[in-house]
């Protein structure tokens, strides 16, 4: 059996097996050539101090010959003429949603408003470099959802809800690095994504399941409380027997059409903000305490911020280092920004979202479940008309927003359709604006050099998770109110990422394959 240990090395000595296994030998007060084989099983970086260092989690063998573990595979089966469930939406949740099913013997028939990811990416460059928005397919509608142009960052921390390991090596069969593994924070990078949207979406039609690319869900069909058909496509009916609604954050008119249908939907808290963007140069100073350059071993520096600010949490969102800004909208008439990073995160900026959180009180006048979807969407035509159209978004420097005043110019930005200058305290709502000010005063202290003008704010930052929670039952995961109709995902309020979305989709595929097989 191996013996566990930790080691700790500078960024000079990384890479290095040799040094490895002295200190490994060291830690556990053996002879070095006494250790047959060392695994890394956790890896993250320690940069408290100059300079850096990696702490490595070891599994080491002595005396004894190395022995693997048996690799990770999964059952899968030809379903071709297995029942059937259905699913709605290709992201994350929708996508281990099926896979989960074909282990389980059922049938996945998918149905995606988008494009598959090469059509879909014409969409994209025309609305980086055109500022044309389609509204079906962008960076959240189309194969893979949000999840494929994301950054791909996979940490995590509903640990308690599913298999954090499972999910990542399945990304691993699929193409993902091993490295995701082993990594405190593991990552993809967007460059890597689409290629393993693709095999999984491979491996579903080879096992049997159905994707329908182009096919919009507009209505559900029910007999008391259940689920009978969908009707998709300007009234294609489509018999069901369990329906996984996996839309994502963004898919608003699916909010509408069930609440107009009478189903329960609940509002609840997000989040609201701008994406913050510096040079990495400047990040990795300050957060590797050095003035030079960062070392050729060390990856591109991020940080976590938080703070509590007038009752209100403000914190640092999906920071991406050597990442870009990108437009996230999914409507012509709004604006709305996000970030991701390549693998090698090598663009020269880090850039974060920094958000107040939102709270009921904030925006409920009526009680309408949907007040939250219409507060965000306001916010995000404001940004549209400051910028003055075609995706161009509104920008101010970090110091000056903080002190107050107009910039008269902006630095290089990565956000491709353009920036022009803008203050942003007429974009965002006062308690917004207010407290991100006191923020960023707190975190230029927190880290020296961070409140700058080098760094710009870009807006705006505002679908960090859903306004709404669409209800279900704790144990069959079914909406209270409809048999058969499983919410699902970050769309439903349950997830709020690629893992997180991914281990929800699993568990309402089991509860469905259960209610399928009943019946």
Known sequence: MPQACTIHLTPDQYGQPDVMQKLAARSLNVAPNRITHLEVIKRSIDARKFPARYVLRLNVWVDEPFAPGTPFDLELKDVSKAPEAHIVGLGPAGLFAALRLIELGIKPVVIERGKDVRARRRDLAALNKEGIVNPESNYCFGEGGAGTFSDGKLYTRSKKRGDVRRILDILVKYGATDEILIDAHPHIGTNK????????????????????????????????NQLTDIVVNGGEVWPVKALILATG?????????????GIALEAKPFALGVRVEHPQALIDSIQYHSRGPRHPNLPAASYSLVRQISDKGVYSFCMCPGGIICPATTDPSELVVNGWSPSLRNTGFANSGMVVSVDLADYRKTGNPLEGVEFQAAVERLAEQAGGGKQVAPAQRLADFVHRRPSQNLPECSYLPGITTADLSDVLPDFVHQRLRKAFRHFGKHLRGYLTNEAILVGV?????????????????MHPGMEGFFPCGEGAGYAGGIMSAAIDGERCAEGAAKLVKKV
């Open 461 to 477: 930052e505002s679908r960090t998770s859903c306004p709404i929670r669409i209800p279900r039952d704790r144990e069959t995961l």
């Open 249 to 261: 954050h963004s898919a608003r008119d699916i909010f509408r059409m069930l609440n107009k249908e």
């Open 193 to 224: 994504l689409p290629g393993i949207i693709q095999q999984i979406s491979a491996q579903i039609v080879e096992c049997g399941g159905e994707i329908h690319f182009d096919t919009k869900l507009e209505g559900l069909k029910y007999s008391g």
